[in-house]
Structures are given as structure tokens and as C-alpha cells.
T-cell receptor
């Protein structure tokens, strides 16, 4: 399996611009997670989906952030408008609900820099 | 407020030495405690995990020690190698919140030759 695939790997944008991050989970996994990683706050769970339905979005920082999962093989995280404090590495992860431990399989991340 | 507290923030160990990372938690509903390893430019990957019904789990050079009464668990890396240089995260999850892992702040481990 190819693993969790994220794009773009790097994004540099200017404040106020819209940013869209994309994720393809591992085939057959029914859970998808979006995390944000910064030096100050570590790994933060933003939102997660089960069978394409958002289950918990309590970690989404504010209304500028939105996430969708239109089908089992694709999810997006959108920031509009972006701000410099959104600069971070955004990780997508997937897991299987049928596997006892729910091991998270992370992608390689999308490094976002907002100028 | 971080539900899982991890220390130290960083450590340097010589090749062949032992690396020890500690984590503490408050929520007694947590029932699964994994450790993730992250190399620069990569996403975290599961290293080893434990449930509270055992006090120790060993996989190769990596051992988790678990103290349920103290609500603490630790990762020991025996015979540390330069290839072990990475950031290590402890995490915890409750049975009632299957999808929500609480991660520690991470420990950057550097193993010197």
C-alpha cells in the first residue's frame, strides 16, 4: 500500500490567501484525522472523520478552518483567509476501526508557511 | 491544557547508552498508551504500545514501563544507536473516545556516535 498521501508537501502563501491541503487515506481505513504540528503546541488534533462523516471538530481553531471528506479516498483541509499564525506542518492520518488499537498511519505532512 | 505531560523536552545520549522518556497522565479513563517515533520531514509512526493490564512491554531494544497507580509510563531505549535519533511522542486514548489520541509534547533524542 502507498500509505497516506498528502499534497502539497510545501506551501508558501501570503496572508489572506486561501490554502487547500489534500489527503488520500489508506484504502480500507474508515477513520481520517487532521493534525497540526508546531513547536509551541506540539501535535494538535483538528478534526476527525468516521466513514466520511465529521465526528469531532472541536480542535478546529476558528471558522477560517474547514474540512471535508466527500468520499472514502479524499479529504481536504481549507484555510480561508490564511494568517501567519497558521504556519505549521499539517498531518493527515488514517486508521481502521476494525483494528483493535486504532493505530494511526500518518502522511508525510504539508508544511505551510504564511507570510 | 495538555492531558499527557512528557519529559524531558530533549536528551542527548551516547551510542550504546540508555534513553529514558517519561510521561504522566491524569485521566483514568485512558486505556491505551502508544509511543510514536518521528524522523525529520516525516510523519510520526507507531513504535510500541501498551495497555494498563500489563506493567511492561518489550520489543527489541524498546521497552515501555507502565505504573497504573502513579499514572505514569515511560519508554526505555536500550543500546541507543545513532539511527534512533528522532522525536518521540507518548500518547493516550480512552475507550470512550476511540478516535482521540492525546499526545505528549515530544522528546527530541540525539544519539551521538
Amino acid at each position: 500500500d502507498a500509505g497516506v498521501i498528502q499534497s502539497p508537501r510545501h506551501e508558501v502563501t501570503e496572508m489572506g490567501q486561501e490554502v487547500t491541503l489534500r489527503c488520500k487515506p489508506i484504502s480500507g481505513h474508515d477513520y481520517l484525522f487532521w493534525y497540526r504540528q508546531t513547536m509551541m503546541r506540539g501535535l494538535e488534533l483538528l478534526i476527525y472523520f468516521n466513514n466520511n462523516v465529521p465526528i469531532d471538530d472541536s480542535g478546529m481553531p476558528e471558522d477560517r478552518f474547514s474540512a471535508k471528506m466527500p468520499n472514502a479516498s479524499f479529504s481536504t483541509l481549507k484555510i480561508q483567509p490564511s494568517e501567519p499564525r497558521d504556519s505549521a506542518v499539517y498531518f493527515c492520518a488514517s486508521s481502521s476501526g476494525t483494528e483493535n488499537t486504532g493505530e494511526l498511519f500518518f502522511g508525510e505532512g504539508s508544511r505551510l508557511t504564511v507570510l | 491544557q495538555q492531558q499527557v505531560k512528557q519529559s524531558p523536552q530533549s536528551l542527548i545520549v551516547q551510542k550504546g547508552g540508555i534513553s529514558i522518556i517519561n510521561c504522566a497522565y491524569e485521566n483514568t479513563a485512558f486505556d491505551y498508551f502508544p509511543w510514536y517515533q518521528q524522523f525529520p520531514g516525516k510523519g510520526p509512526a507507531l513504535l510500541i504500545a501498551i495497555r494498563p493490564d500489563v506493567s511492561e512491554k518489550k520489543e527489541g531494544r524498546f521497552t515501555i514501563s507502565f505504573n497504573k497507580s502513579a499514572k505514569q509510563f515511560s519508554l526505555h531505549i536500550m543500546d541507543s544507536q545513532p539511527g534512533d535519533s528522532a522525536t518521540y511522542f507518548c500518547a493516550a486514548r480512552g475507550a470512550d473516545s476511540w478516535g482521540k489520541f492525546q499526545f505528549g509534547a515530544g522528546t527530541q533524542v540525539v544519539v551521538t556516535p
